[in-house]
């Protein structure tokens, strides 16, 4: 199994505006399981606020490589991704074997 992780920061820094990012990331993620057969299991997970971490992880699980490749590819994936680019500032991953 393969396992995908990835963690933002974003743009918002405080208030309203953070907690609707972590919302909208959230449902938007979310809203893929239904729509791209690779996902095994996803979960989004906001930070508890703890000074100097990232705001929000992803953790996805796939059967394979080419599972994760597939769902990186995927139309909705892509989707995804913009709108998760248009509210944050940074981005870091990492896949490996579980």
């Given at each position: ?28 993620l979310e809203s893929l399981v239904p ?64």
């Amino acid at each position: 199994m393969i396992r995908h992780v990835v963690i933002w920061e974003l743009l918002a820094t405080e208030g309203p505006e953070k907690a609707a990012a972590k919302i909208t990331i959230t449902e938007a993620l979310e809203s893929l399981v239904p729509k791209i057969f690779q996902i095994r299991a996803l979960s989004v997970n906001p930070d508890v606020g703890v000074e100097g971490n990232w705001d929000i992880s992803l953790t996805a699980d796939f059967d394979s490589i080419d599972d994760l490749l597939a769902y990186k590819r995927h139309p909705e994936h892509v989707i995804v991704g913009g709108v998760i680019r248009s509210l944050t500032i940074r981005r870091a991953a990492i896949d490996f074997e579980v």
